[in-house]
């Protein structure tokens, strides 16, 4: 978790998603096994929380950012050249840092997203899942939890498979469109948030369930979807 503080007023739309990835990835640039993590191909392994409160910076006033991974070596690359830094910048605004936290990873049975759940309905032609076009949850969480098995797999390179259902109860909350800019470009992204998915956790799927809590869930988690929390 990082604590700073803004050093002017910026419109909290004006630091999106591609600022916050292009935040870690230099970071990552300045460590001799990760300066071109950016370029590998495949899966990203990390994932980041919106910042919040979700409000506009003003001067001096607290926000927090959480980072995530299960590569703790990807954590305590980004802590170790952090924690000596007084100052960063998201685009060209300075913040001043304050605290930098490792986290600890807990062992719940329920999450809720805390950002946007992304699947691709086809991806050669990008076309995101929409509920509202096809509120189907039976293919929503297929497609999820092969989702989900193929980067835990990829990650570890293991041949896991999950035999009962990805989630035993769920409560959805809405679907929601997320305007994203890149080089000028701009799109839509389309995903749901949820008030709860509920799963058993075993000896056996305990590790699985945990990848997911720091990796995240769905696509685009390097680009900050998919952030989950633990739900009381």
Known sequence: MIKFEPKERIKYSDIDKYTIQGFIYSILENDSFFYDYHDNVGFKFFNFSNIFPVSDF????????????????????????????????????????????????????????????VLFEDNKNNQYYSFKKNPDFNF?????????????????????????????????????????????????????????LEFNLTTQNKDFYNFLFENGLGEKNSLGFGFLNCRK
Do not use: H
């Not at 100052?87 to 490792?102: H, Q, S, T, W």
């Open 58 to 117: 003003e001067k001096n006033t607290l926000k927090k950012l959480i980072i995530s991974s299960p590569n703790d070596k990807l954590i305590k690359s980004l802590y170790k050249q952090l924690k000596n830094k007084t100052f960063f910048r998201l685009k060209n605004y300075k913040m001043e840092l304050l605290k930098i936290e490792l986290l600890t990873n807990k062992n719940c049975s329920k999450f809720i997203s805390s950002t946007p759940i």
């Open 140 to 196: 929503f969480f297929e497609r999820l939890k092969d989702n989900a098995i193929k980067k835990y797999n990829a990650f570890y390179g293991y041949d896991f498979n999950l035999d009962s259902e990805l989630f035993t109860n769920f409560e959805f909350g809405r679907e929601v469109s997320i305007r994203l800019t890149k080089n000028n470009n701009k799109f839509i992204v389309i995903g749901s948030l949820w008030k709860n």
